[in-house]
């Protein structure tokens, strides 16, 4: 994920393909794409011996703000961020949560239409989670904010649209929402019953089919499909026939944690 962060923003060139952003390829005008990106490496590089007032001012020089509007821009992400009351403090003294919070406004100071975070929450404690997470949250609404993470449930708190990337290739990109949509079911059966597993994988669109415990005198079985219909009916239709004690038939939405695992068993890998 870094590497392609690093790619996506200029600072390492693709060994093949090409990367444009607003239509500016990144390779052959770094400095023009650049303009148009604000971006926070996992590692940001801060100088802790400046205040957070001058600093911010080195990055608005650099970012090329005009004199005349930097001040107010400051004002602006001062606020935005939450570091009203640190401006004059040096930046080796703040806290992780705090210094995230630099790293962010400098990113956001030239106003661009795309922020980058790369793994933005990495060794924070949970209530500075907390508060980054609403501040990215915040800053979608005037940009747009590609967010690098390994931690599903960020995903799922900050994030409208997701991509999984594995072994260099791109496994799925789709709204949240779609991702999660109801396209597995749990069924309990009675315990004893035979052939249960292919009754229910002659079913039309279903992908797999696994044991997932007992509940009382039933097991249950876990039901996916390759689409977004609810398998509910289509497993009734098939199991009513068997004369089988059915004690539970249910749709399961997807966590992302489900759907990270089942693209992680089609890619081969063993998922965390």
Same mark, same amino acid.
């Given at each position: 994920? /870094? /590497?392609?962060?690093?790619?996506?923003?200029?600072?390492?060139?693709?060994?093949?393909?090409?990367?444009?952003?607003?239509?500016?390829?990144?390779?052959? !005008?770094? $400095?023009?794409?650049?303009? *148009?990106?604000?971006?926070?490496?996992?590692?940001?590089?801060?100088?802790?011996?400046?205040?957070?007032?001058?600093?911010?001012?080195?990055?608005? @020089?650099?970012? #090329?703000?005009?004199?005349?509007?930097?001040?107010?821009?400051?004002? =602006?992400?001062?606020?935005?961020?939450?570091?009203?009351?640190?401006? $004059?403090?040096?930046?080796?003294?703040? !806290?992780?949560?705090?210094?995230?919070?630099?790293?962010?406004?400098?990113?956001? $100071? %030239?106003?661009?239409?795309?922020?980058?975070?790369?793994?933005?929450?990495?060794?924070?404690?949970?209530?500075?989670?907390?508060?980054? *997470? =609403?501040?990215?949250?915040?800053?979608?609404?005037?940009?747009?904010?590609?967010?690098?993470? %390994? $931690?599903?449930?960020?995903?799922? @708190?900050?994030?409208?649209?997701?991509?999984?990337?594995?072994?260099?290739?791109?496994?799925?990109?789709?709204?949240?929402?779609?991702?999660?949509?109801?396209?597995?079911?749990?069924?309990?059966? =009675?315990?004893?019953?035979? #052939?249960?597993?292919?009754?229910?994988?002659?079913?039309?669109?279903?992908? !797999?089919? =696994?044991?997932?415990?007992?509940?009382?005198?039933? /097991?249950?079985?876990?039901?996916?499909?390759?689409?977004?219909?609810?398998?509910?009916?289509?497993?009734?239709?098939?199991?009513?026939?068997?004369?089988?004690?059915?004690?539970?038939?249910?749709?399961?939405?997807?966590?992302?944690?489900?759907?990270?695992?089942?693209?992680?068993?089609?890619? #081969?890998?063993?998922?965390?």
């Amino acid at each position: 994920k /870094t /590497t392609l962060m690093k790619i996506l923003t200029g600072y390492l060139e693709p060994d093949e393909g090409d990367v444009r952003v607003h239509g500016i390829d990144v390779v052959a !005008s770094p $400095i023009a794409a650049q303009r *148009r990106i604000g971006y926070l490496p996992e590692s940001a590089p801060l100088y802790g011996e400046m205040l957070v007032q001058e600093y911010l001012e080195m990055m608005a @020089a650099m970012r #090329g703000v005009p004199v005349e509007q930097r001040r107010d821009r400051m004002i =602006e992400v001062i606020r935005a961020t939450g570091l009203t009351e640190r401006v $004059i403090q040096p930046i080796g003294t703040l !806290s992780k949560g705090f210094r995230q919070r630099v790293g962010i406004a400098q990113a956001i $100071i %030239h106003q661009p239409d795309i922020l980058i975070l790369d793994e933005p929450t990495t060794g924070l404690d949970p209530a500075q989670i907390v508060e980054i *997470r =609403e501040l990215i949250v915040g800053l979608a609404k005037t940009a747009t904010v590609l967010l690098s993470t %390994h $931690i599903l449930s960020e995903v799922e @708190a900050t994030c409208e649209r997701v991509l999984v990337i594995m072994q260099g290739e791109l496994r799925a990109d789709a709204k949240l929402a779609e991702l999660r949509n109801a396209n597995a079911a749990v069924v309990a059966v =009675e315990s004893g019953a035979s #052939g249960v597993a292919d009754v229910l994988r002659k079913v039309t669109g279903v992908t !797999s089919v =696994e044991s997932s415990g007992s509940a009382g005198d039933f /097991t249950r079985w876990r039901v996916t499909s390759g689409t977004s219909d609810d398998l509910c009916p289509a497993l009734f239709d098939a199991l009513r026939t068997t004369r089988w004690k059915i004690g539970e038939l249910r749709p399961e939405p997807k966590t992302l944690e489900r759907v990270f695992r089942d693209l992680a068993e089609r890619a #081969g890998q063993v998922a965390p």
